[in-house]
Each structure stands twice: as C-alpha cells, then as structure tokens.
C-alpha cells in the first residue's frame, strides 16, 4: 500500500512534468480483493507470520539485556535506579537496531518483492485469478533469484533506512510503553494490572508508527526497486512536488498504520508480560 501511494513513477517524461497520482489504501484493498480474494490480502505473510516471534524475542532481550547493563553500571556504588525515559530509549533502540540489521531486514525484502509482483500482475489487463497465482513467487522462489542475481547482501537491501526506522520506532514503543503504564495504570488497578498493559501497549504501537511511518515508505520504495536509496527518494520527490507534498506522501496509510499498531502492540504487551510472569515464577 505504501509503495502504491509513494512510487516515483510519477516522475516526468519528456518535456513536462507530471506527478503521478497516489494510490488510496482503501483502493488497493478493492482492486487487491477484486483480483486475488481474501488469500492476496495475505500476500507475503509466510516469511513474517515465521519471523514474528524471532523479532519479538530479538527486540524484547536486547532491550532488558541492555537496561539490565545500565542499572548494573549506574548501581556500581550503591543505591537504587529508576529509568529514565532516555534509558527506556535507548534500550529500545538497540533493541530495534539489532533487530532491523539480523532479522528483519531480509525477511522485510522478500515479503516486499512479493507485495511489488503482486501488484504488478494483479493490475495487469485482463488478469485472471488463475493466472495470477502462475506468475506469483514463493518466498523461497525470491530468496534464489536474489542470492543468484545480487548474492547474500542482496537479500538487505535497504537495511539503513530498516535499522532507522526500527532503532526509531522501538525507542518510542518503549517510551510510549512506560509513559502509558505510568500515567493510565492509577486509573486501571495498577502498572501491573491487564488493563494498563493493555492501554499501555496501544500507546506503545503508536509510539512506534509516529517515527516508523515515514521511513517504513521509503523502505518499501527501496525494497521494491523503485530507487537505490531513501535519500534518492526524496530528493527526486521534493524536486517534483515539494516539501509538504513529500511529507503528506510519507505519511499516506497512517491510518491502517496507526490502526493495526494499536491492537498488534497491546496483545504482544500483554502476551509478553503474562509469559514473562510464568517462566520467571516456574524456570
């Protein structure tokens, strides 16, 4: 979706100059719907329905690995530590940082190219559904024209623009995390009642998606093919449509975004929280 509302294809041809029109989401959804089913909204979920507890595990361990350090470093002499939230983001950067450059950059770039093709094809005229599922590539079909066309770094591209977004992203989730358990948990029983991790957790997802959004587009640009690098994006955008029209491009989808960040954030809290509970109480 973002890729579809951000593509420099617009770019001008010729003598003039004409800005290509962006896509609506809900446009995408219709003609993706139209064309694949319910199953093409799934597009390229395998390789990150798998990932998804890798990149969990891998964040949250960092995180408490690395503010562990710190109450370690600042505890060295006596006394007690309380994070402040320059800790909690900094934690949560390292944690989105280690996790961007071994994880999810790669999974991000296959998912993406599976995304791209089925855009192409399903707007493709005269596309049938039967058709389509011939052209569309499996996760591991990717992998190998990559690994034969580009090598192993191919597999991450746009792994700068991935680690901003993610060190970015996780800081705020963190920060928005303890912001939303300190300020809401007095009104619902408690930092450590379900009802905050829940509140919290939402708070966290949108603390997330308000840095990620804008270099999440640009990754998916990059990823897809359409330029060799973030800063090539938006150089040729703000010379085509300008500063503010660029920043309204960035943002296109915040609210699937924002949307899906709030109730994906609250559950893996709240998940998260109530295992940590048990396997600390039982191992």
């Known amino acids: 979706i973002q890729s579809a509302a951000f593509s420099p294809a617009g770019s001008s041809t010729g003598g003039g100059s004409t800005a290509g029109k962006p896509i609506r989401p809900l446009s995408v959804l219709v003609n993706t719907f139209r064309n694949g089913g319910i199953r093409a909204l799934y597009t390229g979920v395998t390789p990150v329905l798998g990932a998804q507890a890798v990149y969990k595990a891998c964040v949250f361990s960092v995180n408490n690995v690395t503010l562990s350090k710190i109450k370690d470093y600042k505890t060295r002499e006596g006394g007690t530590y309380t994070p402040t939230l320059l800790d909690i983001w900094f934690c949560g950067a390292c944690g989105g940082c280690v996790n961007g450059t071994a994880f999810v950059s790669p999974v991000e770039f296959v ?5 791209a093709l ?7 005229e005269g596309t049938s559904s039967e058709a389509m599922r ?7 079909d990717i992998i190998r024209q990559t690994l034969r066309e580009k ?8 792994t700068g623009v991935t680690v901003l977004r993610d060190s970015l992203g996780c800081g705020g989730f963190f920060v928005m995390n303890e912001l939303g358990r300190r300020y809401l948990g007095p009104h619902l029983g408690g930092r450590e009642s379900k009802a905050t991790f829940l509140a919290a957790g939402a708070c966290a997802g949108w603390g997330y998606w308000a840095f990620a959004l804008p270099l999440d587009t640009l990754k998916a640009i990059v990823q897809t093919g359409g330029a060799s690098s973030a800063r090539e994006i938006l150089t040729l955008s703000i010379e085509r449509d300008g500063l503010a029209r660029t920043c309204t491009l960035l943002l296109r989808g915040w609210q699937l975004a924002f949307g899906r960040g709030a109730p994906s954030a609250a559950i893996t809290l709240t998940v998260y929280s109530t295992m940590y509970e048990l ?3 039982y191992l």
């Open 111 to 115: 998912r993406n190219q599976q995304i």
């Open 151 to 158: 090598g192993v770094l191919g597999l991450w591209r746009g």
């Open 118 to 124: 089925h855009s192409r094809v399903s707007t493709a």
């Open 279 to 281: 396997t600390s109480r």
């Open 134 to 140: 011939r052209k569309m590539k499996t996760p591991i």
